[in-house]
Nanobody
Framework: VQLQASGGGLVQAGGSLRLSCTCV??????????MGWFRQAPGKEREFVGVISWSGSGAYYADSVKGRFTISRDNAKNTVYLQMSSLKPEDTAVYFCAADLTGILPVFMDEYHYWGQGTLVTVSS
């Protein structure tokens, strides 16, 4: 399984950005995966941002992004999205998508099976 994240960039505080993560490998059974987003700020450990169920019917978010970030998915396009709004400088990080094969909406890194390469989001004050 190969995941490709994109959409990062530079945005001002208060702005919005949408990240995408596409499963590009042939034979990807994307609709069977719960998909999570994590982020890693400079000098900090990678942290959980949110996760969406395989069907898109359920999602769970970290308290730090709840109400500002929304995860959605399009299984026909093998793509999951992270819509980020009301961005803050502390949201600056490399954002990673990850796939979980168990479907239990995990929040810990070691529960995920596949990872994308990361995309950098920089929020200026």
């Amino acid at each position: 399984v190969q995941l490709q994240a994109s959409g990062g960039g530079l945005v001002q505080a208060g702005g919005s950005l949408r990240l995408s993560c596409t499963c590009v490998a042939s034979g990807c059974t994307f609709s069977r995966y719960a998909m999570g987003w994590f982020r890693q700020a400079p000098g900090k450990e990678r942290e959980f941002v949110g996760v969406i169920s395989w069907s898109g019917s359920g999602a769970y978010y970290a308290d730090s992004v709840k109400g500002r970030f929304t995860i959605s998915r399009d299984n026909a396009k093998n793509t999951v999205y992270l819509q980020m709004s009301s961005l803050k400088p502390e949201d600056t990080a490399v954002y990673f998508c990850a796939a979980d094969l168990t479907g239990i909406l995990p929040v810990f890194m070691d529960e995920y099976h596949y990872w994308g390469q990361g995309t950098l989001v920089t929020v200026s004050s």
